[in-house]
């Protein structure tokens, strides 16, 4: 089992930038890749980000790409999401996700944590 807990989460004004933490603890030895995602009121939840756990591989989703990066502290067992050029569109619970294999459904992610509220004001 693997336990995952996001901080970070707050409010900010458009044009600005914030870093979501997750910790993982457990058998983190047995993971693939760890990933983000996030839902806002009344939408599905939808991809973020991912990065394999070991290595440097990295993938965004469209809307993110330039804005948000996704980095990981092994060290530590942290993973972040370092957010700038926030827009009000980006406000959701942000949810950090670890699995078996770098992905963009939710599915294909083991261990969830219990999410971080990110408010973009305009």
């Known amino acids: 089992q693997v336990q995952l807990v996001e901080s970070g989460g707050g409010l900010v004004q458009a044009g600005g930038s914030l870093t979501l933490s997750c910790l993982a603890s457990g058998r983190t030895f047995s993971l693939s890749a760890v990933g983000w995602f996030r839902q806002a009121p009344g939408k599905e939840r939808e991809f973020v980000a991912a990065s394999s756990w070991r290595g440097g591989r990295t993938y965004y989703a469209d809307s993110v790409k330039g804005r948000f990066t996704i980095s990981r502290d092994n060290a530590k067992n942290m993973v972040y999401l370092q957010m700038s050029s926030l827009k009000p569109e980006d406000t959701a619970v942000y949810y950090c996700?670890?699995?078996?294999?770098?992905?963009?459904?939710?599915?294909?992610?083991?261990?969830w944590g219990q999410g971080t509220q990110v408010t973009v004001s305009s």
């Open positions: 996700a670890a699995g078996r294999a770098m992905a963009v459904t939710g599915r294909d992610y083991d261990y």
